[in-house]
Nanobody, 127 residues
């Protein structure tokens, strides 16, 4: 059974950085595409970044390009999101999700491709 646990969220001032982590278990992690999604107050869930099973391909939302970096460590079954130059509009609950094979590097939150989700970690950016 897929189990995803996010950590690393917190409160930070605008311009600061955070590194989110997602610990995965219960499945063959290295076969799955993985993604980060977020849902801000009063907003729909949106895709932030995604990564292929071996980490050779990534996708980013326009809002994340140049500021966020997704990465994975298949030896430790871990997913990361390095977030730099944070803005108030990045405030949201951040979720990691797993997309089983065969998978594309999608950041569409409504595609149905991601069938397992973590509980989320809160990121709050103050201006």
């Amino acid at each position: 059974q897929v189990h995803l646990v996010e950590s690393g969220g917190g409160s930070v001032q605008a311009g600061g950085s955070l590194r989110l982590s997602c610990a995965a278990s219960g499945f063959t992690y290295s076969n799955y595409c993985m993604g980060w999604f977020r849902q801000g107050p009063g907003k729909d869930r949106e895709g932030v970044a995604a990564i292929s099973p071996r980490g050779t391909s990534t996708s980013y939302a326009d809002s994340a390009k140049g500021r966020f970096t997704i990465s994975r460590d298949n030896a430790r079954n871990m997913l990361f999101l390095q977030m730099n130059s944070l803005k108030a509009e990045d405030t949201a609950m951040y979720y990691c999700a797993a997309d089983p094979p065969p998978c594309g590097v999608s950041i569409r939150a409504d595609s149905g491709e991601y069938n397992s989700w973590g509980q989320g970690t809160q990121v709050t950016v103050s201006s």
